[in-house]
């Protein structure tokens, strides 16, 4: 089955500077990749995602690149502001496998 | 609110006791998923139904795990004889397509 790895498990950024996590995949079928925000007790909640036939998508101040070839993705964030501070989880999902997998998370805190 | 719905958001039970959970979707979404998630952790993969179809199970899904979606809306999940493992955060998902799962906020397990 699919395994996804994140890195880094913790991230810690002084405001207004960029952050970037990435993931890896092992299955070369996957080929739809979300991130999720989850603040503490809440629900996660899609930030942006990117499907196989895309290398880079970015909405305002988030972006997330794809290189099928290496099977990896980043989320890139940039001018961090404090409530981006949250666990940021990367997933893969392929057209055999409706189901989500989630890397590990990576917990991002951005310092006032 | 128009979000996916969890009912009940937390619930203790005693090692031994049957416990049911529900999921209502978002209107209109045919795909429904549900995740596990404990401490520190990404959600895990359950079960998915499309309409009222069970179409994926996880390995996860042990013989005491069963869920139901009888009219292709809401659905259930139940866990019999619950063991102190099985506490964590239960999560539902839906979507309109094969891709953008938006969660709800979880019923909480506590086992004793």
């Known amino acids: 089955g699919e395994n996804v790895e994140q890195h880094p498990s913790t991230l810690s950024v002084q405001e207004g500077d960029s952050a970037v996590i990435k993931c890896t995949y092992s299955?070369?079928?996957?080929?739809?990749f979300p991130w999720y925000k989850q603040e503490l007790g809440k629900r996660p909640q899609l930030i942006i995602d990117?499907?196989?036939?895309?290398g880079e998508k970015k909405d305002q101040r988030i972006a997330v690149t794809l290189n099928k070839t290496a099977k990896h993705f980043s989320l890139h964030i940039t001018e961090t502001q404090p409530e981006d501070s949250a666990v940021y989880f990367c997933?893969?999902?392929?057209?055999?496998?409706?189901?989500?997998?989630f890397g590990s998370g990576t917990r991002l805190q951005v310092q006032p | 609110d128009t979000g996916v719905s969890q009912d009940p958001r937390h619930k203790i039970t005693k090692r031994g006791q049957n416990v049911t959970f529900r999921c209502d979707p978002i209107?209109?979404?045919?795909?429904l998923y549900w995740y596990r998630q404990t401490l520190g952790q990404g959600p895990e993969f359950l079960t998915y139904f499309q309409n009222e179809a069970q179409l994926e199970k996880s390995r996860l899904l042990s013989d005491r795990f069963s869920a139901e979606r009888p009219k292709g809306s809401f659905s259930t999940l139940e866990i019999q004889r619950t063991e102190q493992g099985d506490s964590a955060m239960y999560l539902c998902?839906?979507?309109?397509?094969?891709?953008?799962?938006?969660f709800g906020p979880g019923t909480r397990l506590t086992v004793l």
């Open positions: 209107s209109e979404h045919n795909r």
């Open positions: 299955d070369s079928a996957s080929n739809y």
């Open positions: 998902a839906s979507s309109l397509d094969a891709t953008k799962q938006f």
């Open positions: 997933a893969a999902s392929g057209t055999g496998r409706r189901a989500l997998t």
């Open positions: 990117i499907r196989s036939n895309v």
